[in-house]
T-cell receptor
């Protein structure tokens, strides 16, 4: 029972490079989320998808794009990485409003 | 900007004591509240959720909610060294329909 799977686990980028973080869930959840976590700042919402075919901006969307590829998959793209995007990125999913979030194991991204 | 506030700690308690973790929130319309535990280098894991005013107990954990005061707390009875972690409070943002997290309280249980 995999739950929420994120790839890659670790990544180092140079400033200006692009990359896509992948996320897939096998729990048939409707909603999926991308958060970033920085020391002392908790989890901040980047983008979310309340249902297949919809995406919405969260608290810190600048510099990111997302794609809800199908019900299972929700990817996060950094078009031109910046050192300020060095962080731990968590993907999460839930059945819908008021339901607990289930988190992936995270992607640790360093931008030099 | 909807806010969720937690004392960053560390909160240090002796083994066997009760640990009390507190959280306040600004979104008066919030209807669902969650506590997550996060060990260093790991992802958050759900401990409890609460929707109604009052107390909700699950084993050694009790969540308390007071919507009038916009306050939610987590009590951990008989604290164990394995409870040492960061505890994240999360509140449903009624505008975004997504969880807003506090910055977390670091708990240290001393053997």
């Amino acid at each position: 029972n995999a739950g929420v799977t994120q790839t890659p686990k670790f990544q180092v980028l140079k400033t200006g490079q692009s990359m896509t973080l992948q996320c897939a869930q096998d729990m048939n959840h409707n909603s999926m989320y991308w958060y970033r976590q920085d020391p002392g700042m908790g989890l901040r919402l980047i983008y979310y998808s309340a249902s297949e075919g919809t995406t919405d901006k969260g608290e810190v969307p600048n510099g990111y794009n997302v794609s809800r590829l199908n019900k299972r998959e929700f990817s996060l793209r950094l078009e031109s990485a910046a050192p300020s995007q060095t962080s731990v990125y968590f993907c999460a999913s839930n059945e819908g409003l008021h339901s607990p979030l289930h988190f992936g194991n995270g992607t640790r991204l360093t931008v030099t | 900007q909807k806010e969720v506030e937690q004392n960053s700690g560390p909160l240090s308690v002796p083994e066997g004591a009760i640990a009390s973790l507190n959280c306040t929130y600004s979104d008066q319309g919030s209807q669902s509240f969650f506590w997550y535990r996060q060990y260093s280098g790991k992802s958050p894991e759900l401990i409890m959720f609460i929707y109604s005013n009052g107390d909700k107990e699950d084993g050694r954990f009790t969540a308390q909610l007071n919507k009038a005061s916009q306050y939610v707390s987590l009590l951990i009875r008989d604290s164990q060294p394995s409870d040492s972690a960061t505890y994240l409070c999360a509140v449903m943002d009624t505008g975004r329909r997504a969880l807003t997290f506090g910055s977390g309280t670091r708990l240290q249980v001393q053997p």
